[in-house]
T-cell receptor, first 109, second 113 residues
Framework: QQPVQSPQAVILREGEDAVINCSSS?????VHWYRQKHGEAPVFLMI?????EQKGHDKISASFNEKKQQSSLYLTASQLSYSGTYFC??????????FGKGTHLIIQP | DVKVTQSSRYLVKRTGEKVFLECVQD?????MFWYRQDPGLGLRLIYF???????EKGDIPEGYSVSREKKERFSLILESASTNQTSMYLC????????????FGDGTRLSIL
């Protein structure tokens, strides 16, 4: 079953913050986050494996709440280069990922 | 850097044709995957393979088959192409383990006329 992402789309001005949520009706053991720019392949951002785990690099970070079966991706002081579609994926390993439908992020100057 | 190469960027075929999409990875990854991507639906898993000659059905395998004769190559086959198989197809590979990221190819945009 696909995880549910929210919002479906968001438009920001450069420098504003954004939060993208990913929730599942099934127990989560890992959450992957990817970003895809138009016409390009999805690019790996980060994986969270443990409940309560938080990760980040640069101004993009994520948290994983195992009990709530959800993960959130935080984009701080957004840059134009952050524009794209963000996907969360659950599962992983040899069985592949079940991706959400994606969140379209548009950053305007 | 991991390189996942899909044989065609764009492909146009006719209804009823047998279509082959090829994917090659150069990092000795055990696991390989085929997804299709449609607007508003995200990426959906068609088939995956965790070893040579091994294959498992994903979420939407109907109308597709796969072949993995060599570790580095994973082929997706549309036995008799139909218009509802017009889509973007993405191949990915990964090492074993939940903590391993998936590496994607650039995709093949397939149109069935």
């Amino acid at each position: 079953q696909q995880p549910v992402q929210s919002p479906q789309a968001v438009i920001l001005r450069e420098g504003e913050d954004a939060v993208i949520n990913c929730s599942s009706s099934k127990a989560l053991y890992s959450v992957h986050w990817y970003r895809q720019k138009h016409g390009e392949a999805p690019v790996f951002l980060m994986i969270l494996l443990k409940g309560g785990e938080q990760k980040g690099h640069d101004k993009i970070s994520a948290s994983f709440n195992e009990k709530k079966q959800q993960s959130s991706l935080y984009l701080t002081a957004s840059q134009l280069s952050y524009s794209g579609t963000y996907f969360c994926g659950t599962g992983g390993g040899a069985d592949g990922l079940t991706f959400g439908k994606g969140t379209h992020l548009i950053i305007q100057p | 850097d991991v390189k996942v190469t899909q044989s065609s960027r764009y492909l146009v075929k006719r209804t009823g044709e047998k279509v082959f999409l090829e994917c090659v990875q150069d990092m000795d990854h055990e696991n390989m995957f085929w997804y299709r991507q449609d607007p508003g639906l995200g990426l959906r898993l068609i088939y995956f393979s965790y070893d040579v000659k091994m294959k498992e059905k994903g979420d939407i395998p109907e109308g597709y088959s796969v072949s993995r004769e060599k570790k580095e190559r994973f082929s997706l086959i549309l036995e008799s192409a139909s218009t509802n198989q017009t889509s973007m197809y993405l191949c990915a590979s990964t090492l074993q383990g939940l903590q391993q990221p998936q590496h994607f190819g650039d995709g093949t945009r397939l149109s069935i006329l």
